[in-house]
């Protein structure tokens, strides 16, 4: 398994700011992905962030709008750039281990 | 159509009930069945992973897989008000990180 911590757990920002997420792994892991889930919907896969490597962006999000950075084996984030309401979500980390996919605990994200 | 199909609920059961959550998928290709749970204001939480087809067991939890149906369950015994969660079930083919999962199922036990 793998303990996630995501930072901020919540936040309200202002429209056309920018807002970023940290994510810390308690092991060495190869793939970190970032979700996104709306009320009511799916977890949307936004992009998989591998060390060494450039993030690659799943249809429909841009590496202008959410850059991602992975730094290390332990650690990545997220950055929500020139926010608008539409961007109001829960952004969560996650990791692949040997078994599954685990998640971190979610960034509550308000826009204004 | 979507991929995946999951009835948002709520689902209410009183304490102590046997209840049943399912999943239909179109993509006979899926190959690794999840579900997670998860409590409000937090993340997803790994319950069970299964391979193909069959039933896996853990505690009071029981996942099923028929693929000849597309239709996948999870079967929680004896359920307490602590099982109030929202139910994500997930999938995916062999080779690939990709989940696609379903909307998820909101589940009350109640006292």
């Known amino acids: 398994s793998a303990v996630i911590s995501q930072k901020p757990s919540r936040d309200i920002c202002q429209r056309g700011t920018s807002l970023t997420i940290q994510c810390q792994v308690d092991?060495?892991?190869?793939?970190m992905f970032w979700y996104r889930q709306q009320p009511g919907q799916s977890l949307t896969l936004i992009a998989t962030?591998?060390?060494?490597?450039?993030?690659?962006?799943e249809s429909g999000f841009v590496i202008d709008k959410f850059p991602i950075s992975r730094p290390n084996l332990t650690f990545s984030t997220l950055t929500v750039s020139n926010m608008s309401p539409e961007d109001s979500s829960i952004y969560l980390c996650?990791?692949?281990?040997?078994?599954?996919?685990?998640f971190g605990p979610g960034t509550r994200l308000t826009v204004l | 159509q979507k991929e995946v199909e999951q009835d948002p609920g709520p689902l209410s059961v009183p304490e102590g009930a046997i209840v049943s959550l399912n999943c239909t998928y179109s993509n006979s290709a899926f190959q690794y069945f999840m579900w997670y749970r998860q409590y409000s204001r937090k993340g997803p939480e790994l319950l069970m992973y299964t391979y193909s087809s069959g039933n896996k067991e853990d505690g009071r939890f029981t996942a099923q897989v028929d693929k000849s149906s597309k239709y996948i369950s999870l079967f929680i015994r004896d359920s307490q008000p602590s099982d109030s969660a929202t139910y994500l079930c997930a999938m995916t083919t062999s080779g690939t990180y990709k989940y696609i999962f379903g909307t998820g199922t909101r589940l009350k036990v109640l006292a």
């Open positions: 092991s060495q892991v190869t793939m």
């Open positions: 996650s990791v692949m281990t040997p078994d599954t996919q685990y």
């Open positions: 962030a591998n060390q060494g490597s450039e993030a690659t962006y």
